[in-house]
């Protein structure tokens, strides 16, 4: 999924333009004016997306999501020179907010669309750190490298593949919502992404749907519980191999959904091989998974209320009570319902 074509073609039009900031406020301005662009609670901006029912923030704030959703759980300070993967950057507020966090970051952005980037150098994120992921985008407008920021601007699943990553001990995820568009919430595009992360990296998304949590179960991450910013339900942390110190900040998951992960065809992940399906496919490929698993299960299979309501062999539930976290729990009830 994209941005607004709207926006996405007002600001292409701007990007014929010299840069100046003359130009650049018209942009802002005309953005604002047919609701392309909408300013959220803390005073900075978002833009619509191909459905304009969702934003490309919530309402909280863009910057205050780039700040409490990423830059502050992954606690990006305490590493001298982390290595960032900032997934879907759009306009850069998460890479802002890193970099005002650890002056010392190294980001790889990667952002789909150009217009995006650009949409960048037009708003004035109210954090110093904006200016030097401006002057990343506007080399990279120039065609010129920068090693401490690069820009790829491609589909995530062509980066993925590059044989110049780095390792990282941060990733930021910030795709649109895995239910409109799952494309970066498959098994196969997150292995990739567990195998370019450092032992004790760590990967930050705002999603909390339970086929995503259940797809990074599936590649080895430990899942843990992450701060709600702006929605009812949590974030997500998910930690490769976990230090000492991380462990002593997992926290468990709802119950409901570790059960719903483990037991319940919602738990279902997405697929996608070779990395070359669209969203549609993808929706369509885990249904038909959902109805072979309940075909599988024939009269074992809970229903998703029941699963909701604990309401499942006592052997299952106990589990839930031992000393382990929301992925070894899973994994272990899986293993004993799909067993007997
Ligand atoms: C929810 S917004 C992220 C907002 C962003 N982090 C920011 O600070 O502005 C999702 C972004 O992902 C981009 N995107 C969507 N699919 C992508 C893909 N397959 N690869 C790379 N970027 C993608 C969209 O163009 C959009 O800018």
């Given at each position: 999924m994209l941005p607004n074509k709207k926006a996405l073609d007002l600001i292409k039009i701007y990007m014929?333009?010299?840069?100046?900031s003359k130009n650049l406020k018209e942009l802002i301005k005309k953005l604002i004016e047919s609701d392309l662009l909408v300013k959220t609670e803390d005073g900075t901006f978002t833009v619509r997306s191909e459905d304009p029912e969702e934003l490309m923030h919530s309402r909280v704030g863009a910057l205050t999501e780039g700040i409490e959703k990423f830059a502050v759980p992954s606690k990006v300070e305490s590493i001298k020179n982390p290595k960032i993967l900032d997934l879907c950057s759009g306009m850069g507020y998460n890479a802002v907010s890193a970099l005002h966090y650890n002056i010392n970051s190294e980001i790889d952005m990667v952002e789909y669309s150009k217009e995006m980037l650009f949409l960048s150098l037009a708003l004035d994120i109210p954090i110093k750190e904006h200016f030097i992921v401006k002057n990343a985008i506007s080399e990279f407008f120039k065609g010129n490298l920068n090693q401490k920021i690069r820009i790829f601007n491609e589909d995530a699943r062509i980066t993925l593949l590059r044989k110049d990553l780095k390792k990282y001990d941060y990733v930021f995820h910030d795709a649109f919502s895995p239910a409109n568009d799952p494309v970066l919430y498959t098994v196969d595009f997150l292995k990739l992404i567990y195998e370019t992360m450092t032992d004790s990296g760590v990967l930050i998304s705002y999603s909390s749907s339970i086929p995503f949590r259940s797809a990074l179960v599936n590649c080895g991450f430990i899942i843990s519980e992450g701060p709600a910013v702006g929605r009812k339900r949590g974030a997500t942390l998910a930690y490769k191999n976990p230090d000492e110190f991380q462990k002593k900040n997992i926290k468990r998951i709802p119950e409901a959904d570790e059960r719903l992960i483990a037991l319940s065809t919602v738990g279902v992940p997405f697929y996608d091989k070779n990395l070359d399906l669209n969203s549609d496919e993808i929706i369509k490929n885990r249904e038909i998974d959902r109805i072979n698993l309940k075909n599988l299960l024939g009269n074992k299979c809970y229903s998703t209320t029941r699963i909701k309501a604990g309401k499942i062999d006592e052997k299952l539930l106990k589990i839930q009570n031992e000393n382990l976290n929301s992925s070894e729990i899973i994994k272990k009830m899986k293993k004993i319902y799909f067993e007997y």
């Open positions: 014929e333009k010299d840069f100046t």
